[in-house]
């Protein structure tokens, strides 16, 4: 008898430790949710958050409110959420910049595999390289021997030290045995905005952000980096085809949480992300951004592919040994 009422009385404890989480899973959300993201307004992840968190407003009846957090290449915005209580009304709008910009500080800020929990995918793209409509550079070839003939002089813009913007660029250098003048803003707006004015002379943005300013005649495409060229663009080469044997570099961006946000309510944002990714409300966006949807078959298999994005950029970062100065 007494051992029945010993397990009865482990056995209710352990119901009602357990009950908070499905509580809060049940009730979840009951407040407007905020969605961070660590880059300007206009710039490809922003647009991202403006659409899921239209659609995620419909479907789960809190507002979503998104707020631009930019600065330090991500971090900014990355180390707030990181802070936040992990009860899922603080979300991160991160891309890779966030497996990027991290491998770039001496004493990291965050830890992407460690610090967030990747709840789900949106979309992915590549870059551009870019020149001012007004430059007299008209293919890569020509920009890498405008680089030789002045080499560390000529001024390329990126979205701060570790961006993707960034390491497209060192890597182009890299690679061609050439040297330019880096000036970090905080965004891909900052990169085509300082190319029209004429501050800098090249930069490599995110597809998404300079497409319009392409097509209006304000910026000209050099190349894409994509592994094919992009029927938006259909005239701009692929990077390997203008500068042999060149690269490609793609981007992702998607949803994540503070670490230890309870996973009921992680597997709740999971199903009603995928849901919206693949029921095509977005695919206008998307493609006005010259990206592609993603969807993966779980959040464990976004998981999984941000911890080797983690790793791969971590490895990569130390090639071209870009770090920040004084950190």
């Known amino acids: ?3 029945r009422q010993l397990l009865q009385s482990l056995a209710g404890a352990a119901a009602a430790l357990a009950a908070p989480t499905s509580l809060w899973a049940a009730e979840y959300p009951d407040k407007a949710i905020r969605v961070l993201v660590p880059f300007q307004a206009g710039s490809t992840p922003d647009i991202w958050a403006r659409g899921i968190a239209s ?3 419909k479907k789960m009846g809190q507002a979503f409110v998104v707020e631009n957090m930019p600065g330090a290449g991500g971090s900014i915005g990355a180390s707030t959420v990181k802070r936040a209580a992990p009860d899922g009304y603080t979300l991160g709008l991160f891309a890779n910049t966030q497996a990027i910009t991290a491998h770039t500080f001496k004493n990291p800020p965050y830890e992407l595999s460690k610090d967030f929990v990747a709840v789900a995918p949106l979309g992915g793209g590549v870059s551009l390289l870019t020149v001012p409509a007004a430059s007299p550079i008209h293919s890569g070839k020509e920009l890498i021997a405008a680089l030789k003939a002045k080499p560390g002089e000529v001024p390329f813009a990126s979205g701060g030290n570790g961006s993707v913007a960034h390491l497209a660029v060192e890597q182009l250098l890299k690679q061609t045995g050439t040297k330019a003048l880096h000036v970090p803003y905080k965004g891909s707006p900052d990169i085509i905005s300082s190319q029209i004015s004429g501050q800098t002379d090249f930069g490599m943005p995110i ?3 300079a497409l319009s300013f392409v097509k ?5 495409a050099l190349a894409i980096t994509g592994e094919k060229r992009s029927p938006l663009l259909p005239d701009v080469p692929t990077l390997k ?4 044997p060149g690269f490609t570099l793609s981007s992702w961006a998607g949803v994540f949480a503070p670490a ?3 996973a009921p309510i992680v ?5 009603e992300i995928d849901a919206v990714m693949r029921s095509g409300t977005l695919n206008t966006l998307a493609e006005g951004m010259g990206s592609d949807i993603m969807t993966l078959e779980s959040q464990q298999a976004f998981q999984a592919f941000v911890n080797a994005e983690d790793q791969r950029f971590g490895t990569l970062m130390k090639q071209v040994d870009v770090k920040v100065d004084g950190r």
Do not use: C, D, I, V
């Not at 209006?216 to 000209?220: D, I, N, S, T, V």
């Not at 597997?267 to 199903?271: A, V």
């Open 1 to 3: 008898m007494q051992r």
């Open 55 to 57: 659609e995620l407003a």
């Open 207 to 209: 597809f998404g952000s």
């Open 216 to 220: 209006g005649g304000q910026l000209r």
């Open 241 to 244: 085809e203008a500068l042999p």
């Open 260 to 262: 230890k946000t309870p």
């Open 267 to 271: 597997q709740r944002l999971f199903k």
